[in-house]
């Protein structure tokens, strides 16, 4: 029996914030490491996956990345406003919001994703978690699990 807590509502990007379960999928996706590192792209990284100013050799408090995460959240929450130009549901939201700190908002903007999702193509854009697995060409498992996570939430929103 549906009642009205069972709804999934589609809204505006722009007036969502990502859910507490969103934010801790991302914390548990990215993992914390307080000391900088090369990912498996030989890009610079510390912390929850911040990228814009880690150096290495640097480390970092616990405090100090926690900061970063609220951070950089907000940065990819901005990316998916600008871009999602049609309503979407809370999952929906969190999916394109992890998505988009994972991988930055030049891929959001440039995805087969985002183009069919404005383009009204929901399930379209749902398949293309699938393609976003590879780091320099090589299937990473974390990314296999990470994009199945966000694809399994973002999909129940594309009920006809």
Same mark, same amino acid.
């Given at each position: 029996?549906?009642?009205?807590? +069972?709804?999934?509502? #589609? &809204?505006? !990007?722009?007036?969502? /914030?990502? /859910? %507490?379960?969103?934010?801790?999928?991302?914390?548990? *996706?990215?993992?914390?490491? +307080?000391?900088?590192? &090369?990912?498996?792209? +030989?890009?610079?990284?510390?912390?929850?996956?911040?990228?814009?100013?880690?150096?290495?050799? =640097?480390?970092?408090?616990?405090?100090?990345?926690?900061?970063?995460?609220? =951070?950089?959240?907000?940065?990819?929450?901005a990316a998916v406003k600008r871009?999602?130009?049609?309503?979407?549901?809370?999952?929906? *939201?969190? !999916?394109?919001? /992890?998505?988009?700190? +994972? $991988?930055?908002? #030049?891929?959001?903007?440039? /995805?087969?994703? %985002?183009? #069919?999702?404005?383009?009204?193509?929901?399930?379209?854009?749902?398949? =293309?978690?699938?393609?976003?697995?590879?780091?320099?060409?090589?299937? *990473?498992?974390? $990314?296999? #699990?990470?994009?199945?996570?966000?694809? !399994?939430?973002?999909?129940?929103?594309?009920?006809?």
């Open positions: 029996m549906a009642g009205p807590d +069972n709804l999934e509502v #589609k &809204l505006a !990007a722009g007036v969502l /914030s990502l /859910s %507490l379960a969103g934010f801790v999928g991302i914390q548990t *996706y990215e993992g914390k490491r +307080n000391t900088a590192y &090369l990912d498996t792209g +030989n890009v610079v990284t510390v912390c929850y996956g911040h990228t814009a100013t880690a150096k290495m050799g =640097q480390r970092l408090s616990d405090a100090t990345c926690d900061f970063l995460l609220k =951070q950089d959240v907000r940065h990819a929450e871009h999602v130009t049609v309503p979407v549901t809370q999952g929906q *939201y969190d !999916a394109l919001v /992890s998505f988009t700190f +994972n $991988l930055g908002e #030049k891929q959001l903007a440039n /995805s087969t994703l %985002l183009r #069919k999702l404005n383009a009204g193509d929901c399930f379209g854009a749902a398949a =293309q978690f699938d393609r976003w697995v590879y780091d320099n060409g090589v299937i *990473y498992k974390g $990314l296999v #699990k990470r994009r199945a996570n966000e694809r !399994a939430k973002f999909e129940p929103g594309c009920k006809p």
